[in-house]
Structures are given as C-alpha cells and as structure tokens.
C-alpha cells in the first residue's frame, strides 16, 4: 500500500497548531518588523507566509521555538499575540447565517457578535495558555503568568460581566465553554428571527446587549484587567488577525481604524492580500485614518527580483533538512546549478565564461546558426558567435552578458522544440529541465513558503541519504505539479465575466495570453536583446476585467513592480506594472528575469506594438 | 424539523407506483425525460421544474412532453425554487389522506443548488406526517466531457442550509471530494480551500469509460493524495456509498471541520446531502459555471439506480 505522504500535508500554516508550525519556522526581514512593538499590516498573496508570520508572534508558538535565533526573538517580542483565525469557509458560513433570510442589518448585527465571540475565544485562549502550567518537559518559558485561583476568578467575572456571558465555573477553561456556547446561541437566534419575522424584532434584538459589543472594547476591557491581576500593568497584546481579505467590510474599516486607538495595551497586526488593501478606500483615505509609517508598517511579502528569496528559501531548506535529519547537503549540491548559471559554471571549471567550450559560447553558436534575427543582432554589434572568448571586456559585459540568459533559453526552446510538443497537448504543459538548479527553482517558488516546501517536501520524501541527488527530470516533474495545481486554483476563482473584444475571458487565460505573449517574444519572435516580460495595466480599466486582475495578484499569479520611487504598498492596480509569477514562467518557456514592459491591452488585444502606451483602450479594457 | 430516518432499497416505478407527488427537472438533455417516460410513475401531483436558461438541445421537446404527459410544466429559478418546492410538498401532504406522504424526485437533471433545495425542503417540510422520499437516478450515456473553458459563477456553500458549522474555526480543513471528469476541477477547489486532508471518491459504473477519464482528469490530484485516501464508490449501490460516505464523515469530523465537494455524478452530490443532513456541522459546496456553461447534450444510458428514504419529525 503506497504510504506515500499527501503533497496537501506538506505545508499549510492555517490547519497546524502554533507549536507545530514553531517546528518548521524560519525567521526572515519580514518576521524582524512584524515582531516589533508597533501596528503592522503585512500584506501578500496566497501562500506567501502570512498565517505562518502571525502565529509565530504567538507566546505558544515562541515557547517551543527552536533556533538560533529563538531567543534573540523572545526577548524582541514584548507583547501576547492573540491568533483570530479565519478562512474561507468559515467566511461563507458566517455569510449563511439565517440562511440568507435575514434582512440586511440584521445580518450585520448578529454577523458582529458572531466576530466578536470569535475574537473573545481567541483572547481566552491565549490566556489559559499564559496562565497554565508549564510542561516539565519546557526548556523556556514565554510570557507565562501567574495568577492566583483567586485572582483567575475575579478576573473570570468581571469578564462575565464585561461580556454578558455566564460560565458555569469562575474559570477561564468555563469562561472559553461559554463562549461556545455563545456562538451556538447566536446561530440560533439568527435561525429563530428567521422564522419570528421581522415584527418585534428591534424590541428582541435590543433585550440581548452581547449583540452591542464592540470587539475592540471588549478585548480593551479584558486585556486591562488581566494586566492588573497579573500585575503586568503596561503589558502589551497584540490582535492577530489573518485573511482580512475574507472578512466583512465592516471589520477592516474598523480595525484599519482602531490603529489610531487610545487603548495603548494594544497592537493590531493585520494580514491581507494585496488587493484586500485597497479595497477599503473609506478607511485608508479618510483625513483620520493611519497613513503607513505613522501608525502602522506595511510589510510587503513578495519579491520583485528572482534572487531576493534567495537567503531565505536556503535558510528553509536547511531547515527541511534537519526536519527529517537528512545530511545537511547544500542546495547546489542536491538540485545542482542552474542552467542559467554559466559563470558559475565556468569558475568552477576553472575558465572564462565565454571561451568557445563553454556552455554560453555553445548557445551563441547554436542559436546564430538556427535564428537569422540573432545572428543579424551579432552583426550589428559586432560580435562573432564563433569567438565570443575575444569580445571586449567591456562590450563582454554590456551586451553578452546582459543577453546571456536570454540567449540560453531562447535556444534551449528553439532546439528542443519543445514549444511545438506542448502545443500538441493542450491540457498541460511539461516544464523543461532548464528550469532545474537550485537558484531557478528557488526563484521559482517566489519565496513563497508553501509552495517552497510543497515543492521540496515531496522530493525530499523520494532523497536517498546516501546519494543526496535529486535529478533534473525529477525537479521538473515538481515543478510541473506544482504549477498544474496553482492553474487549476486560478481556473477555480469565481469572478465576473470579462469581456475582450466581445469574448468572455477567464482568469486562467488572461495569464494564459500574457504568458504566450512573452513566450513568442523572447523565443519566436525576432530577437531582440531586451523582449517584454512585463506589463502595464491601463490606467483607466474595465471593472470586471479589474476585478479579475485583483484576484489573480492575490492569488500570487502577478508579482507588482513599483516603479521607482514609488511606494510599495499598493493601492491601485491601475497604470502599475506586474510581472508574471515565477512558478508559471516554466508552462510558458520565459526566463526568469524582469525584461521590458508590454500594455496589457496590447497583449489582450493582440496589437503588434509592444510598447507601453501602445494600443487604443477597445472594448472591454475601457472603464 | 425533519430527520432522515431509514435508506432502503427501491425497485424503479411502475405505472403502478401511485405517489402523492412526484417531481422531475425540465433540462436541455434528453434523459430529464427518461425515467418518466420509461417507467410511468403514477402520482396525484405532477410537477416538472423548468429552468430560466439553457433552453436548447433537447429542452423543447422535454417540455412538450411532460405537458402532454399530464405535468404542471412551471419555469422555477433557483432564488424562487425553495418556496415553490415547500408550497408543492404542503399541497402534496394536505391532500394525502395517509399519514404518510409518498414523493418521487428524478435528481439526474437538477443543478446542484436545486438538489439541496429538494433536501432542504423535505426536512423543513412542517406536515406531522412520514415523508416517504423515492430518489431515482438515471445515468448517461458515455460522451467525451466539454473541452469549453469555463468561468466560475458561485465557489461556496451548495445552499446557505447546507453551509454547515464549524464550532472551532481553528480546526484543520478536511474534504471529502466526489470526483468527475472535468479536467482538474476538484484539485482547483481543494487549492481555493487549502486543504490538507483530502479524501477522494471516484465513482464506478457500468459504463467503464468514465472510471478511465476520471482519472485522467484527475491525475494531478490523484498523485498528489495517499492512495489510502483513494476510494471508491459504485453508482449502482447508493446506500453502500452512503454509509460509506457517513462513516468517513463521522470520523473526519472529530478532529476536522469537513468540507464535502461532490462532483460527478448528481447522485453523489445526493449522498452528501443527506450525509449533511445527519451531520449538520459539515458544509457542502458547488464550484459552478451557472449560466455561463454551455449545454451540452446528454443521451439516456439502460441504467437507473434509486432508493428510497423515510423522513419523520424530530421528537
């Protein structure tokens, strides 16, 4: 029976405990200004280590952290991080409550108290874990309090109180039940008002205060008090909350609000795709809401160029190695180098880069004697394929080394064919092997835990310990599974229909377009020495085809590229630049680089000119 | 509120079979006609559900045939369905002089919103009296599936009765998914969840060539997933698939808030219904292109599957 583990149980920080996801962390820049005592609003897409950021600011997760720089960071960290889960389907059930038969405000109201018992339990949590025993076995100790029996009980009714909930025992353990219950109540009281109707409902709603709590003063009142019994007088907690994106209007307005809050017992650490945060212009633009690096720090999680993840994925991969106690083997050494990688090559064979056996000088070659556009590019510039060792120091760097990595790929493709197979198979595309070697392959993850170790997890389950190889075949065969399953998500992305010139167009092929754009002109097209890969969004766009555009960058599908100068923390889509993700570069034959900018409407619109302004807004791209 | 209280085996009706009401889709493929055609149940109340859309291919002549053939044909859409369907079932009970009342309901052409508006229904139904529920299942011919692409209109909860409840929203995410043969549709709804736990159901019948183009459609997901988490389930015994389903539930629940994803055959997306009905903490979802999807014909197999549920009030 194949005992093969789920490449789903590589690595989703939102189903482990903070213990378990404690095990595994790897601390990166962005961990460091997440620690900090201050508001913070950490902002990526799907997968990029939001969750996994957030729990590990939690006192249980930072107990049994392990690594050498735990310490530095339990010493850092002088706040009780309070985790507020949420995903998507409990976002869908909390939209179902009454089941869609309540009328609007209604719905709001009972909505509200639903979140708020949901934030309450999550504080009672993180207090029975502060105020339990240590375990024997617990070689540090974080943020634990000791709170008297007494003093738990005082503590426990005037949270009671506070609360408008009776526990059966003056206990945080009962305290926690009662919370429970109170979510129980509440859905029933939504399916009762369903059946009552609306009259006499104002007068039913009104007898039952827990429906008037306001999260953030409940939270205030019991943080202050659980201060003052454990004598922490200025201790400091910070609310937690993740996919914001999933969460009601409401309670983004409130919380972006909140930062500005009296109440300094409390931080808000708030996580969000990047769409998510400018989809709630009210709060963001209001004269009184925070404005970045005054009341909160944005934290963007994604990175602009390919080798930027670099350290961290190393650091993780070290990690997963130690995990499952496999010789600690350096990623080169494993994956090898990438095909990109000719300089590397050549130091280590002890060469010039370019000296005629060398792999760069080889592609030259071959690709002068296949694309007559490349080799009338050499012409122009003066350089003779067939002795690249004699070219110019200065010409050498300039112009062959900056066209190096696209002159690999461009005749990889071309004389593999491989472009004309994949065409033949129209639902998947095989991922080449030059996409393997430890820097493409991080790069291609994009830094993005889960898809790093998704990735990695699996092949490492296949590493025999005594030949510590994992072939290219094998890299490519990851990444190819790991790329179906990010289209398939992207397929799956409910939206609204776009239209391009009169045709629907889904998510999946907008990406689709934009990728064989790129891909015909960096490998089909005439050669030129910086072809697109990347586009701009007009300026002015139709709403649906922005709304499916917002959804791809907060699925990761686009990385945004700020210009210069710019700030980092998006706030619109329109007129930016983005870039393919990485991991859909191999399904489409790109190299792993920047290049030049293309409008979108040229690439949606199929218009020859590829340059910025180029292209007239048609239908459908018109706002 | 109603519980469901007995799955028995049914033999397929007859013209015999009196029903107090007995209900069937008008769709755009030839088999929403078959089992009525074929088998001739006999009710007092004879209602065919049209829809707003899609009303092409075989749907003119579906229509014209239930209307001939003595049905109350009404264009019904899915914001409308559940109070027509709860106003169908208090006339069906009112004028049943039994204490039970005994309904037929042809699920192979019903979308997935409609199904569980079926179920909803019955369960809420208020009537004092035993709902004796046949559910009959007629499976298509083999046809290649729609290389169309297509858009997806709704990805939640298949009805807001059938969203579920998870108690502790810190729970991992566990699924239980029904297969079908549209390409990667499963494995894209277990990524838009982020789901770790999956448990997949491919189904078997008597039409083989289906087994082989699920898995083709499946095979990234199917690699991705221990095959211990691999079972299967044949059409043409429901009530094994059920207490299957039921048990694989029961015991996902314990530790996980569940998720069920039916894709496939409508008769799978039945079984977790009524699965969710005993579980009511468990959410069921759809992953639907709407009206955006372009109909495509469907011809009648040889092969019906049906069985028969006793529904009573909770005491």
């Not at chain 1, 709001?108 to 025993?133: D, G």
Request: proline share 6%; net charge neutral.
């Amino acid at each position: 029976m194949d005992q093969s583990p789920s490449i789903f149980e590589s690595f989703n920080a939102r189903n482990l405990a903070p213990t378990q996801v404690a095990k595994t962390f790897v601390p990166q820049e962005q961990y460091s200004k997440l620690a900090k005592r201050c508001h913070s609003m950490l902002i990526g897409p799907r997968g990029s280590g939001k969750t996994t950021l957030l729990k590990m600011l939690q006192p249980q997760a930072l107990e049994v952290w392990e690594h050498t720089r735990a310490q530095e960071f339990r010493s850092r960290v002088d706040f009780s991080g309070v985790f507020i889960a949420s995903d998507v389907s409990w976002g869908r059930q909390r939209e179902a409550i009454g089941d869609g038969k309540l009328d609007e405000s209604t719905h709001e109201q009972v909505s509200r108290a639903l979140f708020t018992t949901h934030v309450l339990k999550a504080l009672v949590n993180c207090m029975i874990f502060r105020t339990s025993a240590q375990p024997a076995s617990a070689s540090n100790q974080f943020r634990r309090a000791n709170i008297s029996l007494d003093r738990e009980t005082q503590l426990v009714t005037a949270l009671s109180a506070a609360w408008h909930v009776k526990p059966d025992l003056p206990s945080l353990f009962a305290l926690r039940i009662a919370l429970y219950r109170r979510q129980s109540e509440i859905r029933e009281l939504a399916g009762r008002e369903v059946t009552l109707g609306i009259e006499g409902r104002p007068d039913r709603l009104a007898s039952l205060p827990f429906l008037f709590l306001h999260f953030v003063d409940a939270v205030s009142i019991a943080t202050n008090a659980f201060n003052d019994f454990s004598n922490e007088s200025d201790a400091k907690w910070a609310l937690l909350f993740d996919e914001l994106e999933l969460a009601p209007k409401w309670i983004v307005d409130q919380l972006i609000l909140a930062v500005r809050s009296v109440d300094d017992t409390l931080l808000f650490k708030l996580a969000m795709s990047p769409v998510s945060s400018y989809e709630y212009p009210e709060a963001l633009k209001q004269v009184a809401g925070p404005a970045p690096g005054q009341d909160y720090e944005p934290i963007p999680l994604w990175y602009v160029e390919k080798h930027e993840p670099y350290l961290f994925c190393e650091a993780l991969w070290n990690r997963m190695l130690a995990e499952r106690e496999l010789p600690p083997n350096s990623p080169n050494e494993v994956l090898g180098e990438s095909y990109s990688e000719f300089s590397k090559e050549a130091k280590r064979i002890g060469q010039s880069a370019y000296q005629s056996n060398a792999r760069i000088a080889r592609s030259f070659r071959d690709l002068a004697k296949r694309d007559s556009t490349f080799r009338q590019y050499l012409h122009t510039k003066a350089i003779d394929p067939e002795r690249l060792d004699q070219v110019l120091p200065k010409k050498g760097d300039e112009i062959v080394r900056k066209i190096a990595p696209l002159v690999l790929f461009r005749e990889y493709f071309r004389g593999h064919e491989l472009k004309a197979a994949a065409q033949a198979t129209k639902r998947s595309r095989k991922v080449a092997e030059i996409y393997g070697g430890a820097e493409s392959l991080f790069a291609i993850t994009e830094g993005n835990p889960r898809w790093f170790i998704g990735m990695l997890g699996v092949l490492f389950e296949k590493l025999d310990p005594e030949n510590m190889k994992i072939s290219p075949q094998q890299q490519a065969r990851a990444v190819e599974v790991t790329a179906e399953r990010f289209v398939a998500l992207l397929r799956t992305i409910p939206t609204a229909i776009p239209k391009v010139r009169g045709q629907p167009i889904s998510i999946d092929s907008i990406v689709r377009r934009i990728g064989e754009f790129f891909e015909d002109r960096a490998i089909v097209a005439p050669f030129v020495a910086e072809p697109p890969a990347t586009f701009r969004v007009p300026p002015i766009i139709d709403k649906d085809l922005r709304s499916s555009l917002d959804k791809a960058l907060n699925a990761g599908a686009f990385v945004y590229i700020p210009d210069e100068g710019a700030e980092l923390f998006l706030r619109s889509i329109s007129g930016k630049r983005f870039r393919l993700s990485y991991l859909l570069a191999p399904l489409y034959h790109l190299p792993l680089r920047l290049g030049t900018e293309a409008s979108l409407s040229s690439i949606l619109l199929g218009n020859a000119n590829d340059g910025p302004k180029s292209g007239d807004l048609l239908d459908g791209l018109r706002g | 509120m109603r519980s469901l209280r007995q799955v028995v085996d049914r033999s397929l009706p007859n013209k015999e079979s009196a029903y107090d009401l007995c209900l069937f889709a008008i769709g755009y493929e030839r088999r929403a006609r078959h089992i009525a055609e074929t088998f001739t149940p006999n009710p007092r109340l004879r209602l065919a559900c049209a829809f707003p859309d899609g009303k092409s291919l075989s749907y003119d002549e579906n229509y014209r045939w239930f209307t001939n053939a003595g049905y109350k044909a009404s264009e019904i859409s899915d914001k409308e369905f559940d109070s027509w369907w709860a106003s169908a079932l208090n006339s069906a009970s009112s004028s049943s002089n039994e204490n039970k009342v005994t309904i037929g309901v042809d699920v192979s052409c019903f979308n997935r919103y409609k199904l569980a508006a079926i179920i909803d229904g019955i369960r809420k139904h208020s009537s004092p009296k035993e709902l004796v529920v046949d559910f009959w299942y007629s499976l298509a011919q083999y046809s290649p599936p729609s290389e169309e692409a297509t858009i997806n209109h709704h990805v939640g909860p298949v009805h807001n009765s059938f969203a579920g409840w998870f108690a502790d929203a810190e729970l991992p995410i566990a699924a239980v998914v029904g297969l079908g043969y549209e390409q990667d549709k499963a494995l894209g709804a277990v990524e838009h969840l982020q789901v770790d736990n999956v448990w997949a159901f491919l189904p078997q019948s008597p039409i083989h060539e289906y087994e082989q183009q699920v898995r083709t459609a499946n095979a990234t997901l199917l690699s991705s997933i221990s095959q211990i988490h691999c079972m299967n389930y044949a059409l043409h015994f429901p009530i094994e698939t059920l207490v299957s389903l039921k048990s694989l539930c029961v015991s996902l629940s314990q530790e996980n808030n569940l998720v069920l994803l039916p894709f496939g055959p409508k008769l799978f997306t039945l079984e977790c219904l009524l699965v969710a009905t005993l579980l009511p903490e468990l959410s069921v979802w759809r992953v639907s292109a709407g009206a955006n999807l372009t109909p495509s014909e469907r011809l009648p197999s040889e092969h019906v599957f049906s069985f028969c549920t006793t529904w009573r009030q909770q005491p």
